[in-house]
């Protein structure tokens, strides 16, 4: 189900996760609040109602629950759920971003927005924004240690051929012109029932989907070369 999401996407063009389209929304609200709070508290004058205050923390927290399910999807689409330390962190801050989400809706209703209370909360929300950036730019452009940009799309392949292929194929640079990139169904047969001197790679260990991402991977690089 998943996956023909993210096809549909592509046919019309749209080959990129859709989470991070969506952590502006919450994160915006979050900063906006935290500022106008801050201001409040500082210069002692009111910046916002407190009514405007408890909408924007609540529409964060409505937000947040979107943002939190097409973050769930991109990781399973692009990194087949592979349980990555930032991922993990990720997940972690998400859910204590909602528990704040949620205190900071009942504390605006029944306390005025600009308390030292208010400011706690929504100083945390921030912290906490922040912890998600730094990981989300982690998974997004590091890669925990990629050593090149690779387009996140490729992503999985090329966690799939570093951890199987790289061994006797590094860089992969005298596989790019074989045959079986030609045509999917032949890498998947090469790799299930390789030539002598090549191990096999039965589902167990590379399933159709990752053999497929690799196999979408290394057509990306072979199409590089070329140019």
Known sequence: ???????????????????????????????????????????????????????????????AFPTALFGYMDWQHFYDGDWLFSIKMKLLLTGALIVLLFIGVILGRRKEAETKSSLAIYTLCFLVVV????????????????????????????????ANCNDCHPRASEILNAPQLLDSKKFLTLLRN????????PPEQISDQKAMRLYLYLVQLSGQQRK
């Open 194 to 201: 390789p030539p002598t001197g090549m191990p096999p790679f």
């Open 1 to 63: 189900m998943i996956d023909l999401f993210y096809q549909l996407l592509e046919k019309i063009g749209y080959t990129h996760p859709v989470h991070p389209a969506f952590t502006h929304i919450p994160m915006g609200l979050i900063i906006g609040a935290f500022i106008f709070v801050l201001v409040a508290l500082v210069f002692r004058r009111n910046m916002l109602p407190s009514v405007s205050y408890r909408r924007i923390i609540l529409l964060a927290l409505i937000f």
């Open 131 to 162: 912890g998600l950036g730094y990981f989300g730019g982690q998974v997004a452009f590091e890669g925990e240690g990629r050593p090149e940009m690779v387009p996140i799309r490729f992503l999985l392949g090329e966690r799939v051929f570093a």
